[in-house]
């Protein structure tokens, strides 16, 4: 509609970049969320092949910490910055700006919580690895 607009009218449709980005980060944040979930997250192991399992071990608990920690940073903020939004609308439609905060916060909760999870199970098995490496062993 936007480019219509613009190459026969000569004229923009504000509210189709909101709309746009808006569908956009919702995409983004609850997609990111379903590859963590599923654990298609991509991960560099050159360094994890060839060490101990012990060590193996030990990286990925501390990666899962600092994960399911700026995750949760990342929550906080996005909460801060809602309530900042809050009385603010956007020039086209007049939606409420959080509404483009949103997806931040609960992309970032769950996926905290999918970390989270990962990490409580490899701290309850002393075998278990990370998921791209299982079977790795020096």
């Known amino acids: ?80 910055l809602m309530l900042v939004q809050w009385p603010f609308k956007t020039p086209g439609l007049r939606l409420p700006n959080p509404m483009f905060t949103a997806p931040v916060l609960i992309g970032g909760v769950l996926m905290a919580l999918t970390m989270l999870d990962r990490l409580l199970q490899r701290l309850s098995s002393p075998d278990h690895l990370p998921s791209g490496i299982s079977g790795m062993e020096v």
């Not at 569908?23 to 969320?33: E, R």
Request: without cysteine; charged residues 15%.
């Open 1 to 80: 509609i936007e480019m219509a607009a613009r190459g026969f009218l000569h004229t923009s449709i504000g509210w189709v970049f909101e709309v746009n980005l808006l569908v956009a980060i919702w995409l983004y944040f609850i997609g990111i969320y379903q590859v963590y979930f599923r654990r298609g997250d991509i991960s560099v192991d050159v360094i994890m092949r060839r060490a101990s399992m012990k060590t193996q071990r030990m990286i990925a608990i501390v990666v899962d910490v600092v994960i399911v920690a700026t995750l949760l940073m990342i929550s906080w903020y996005a909460v801060q």
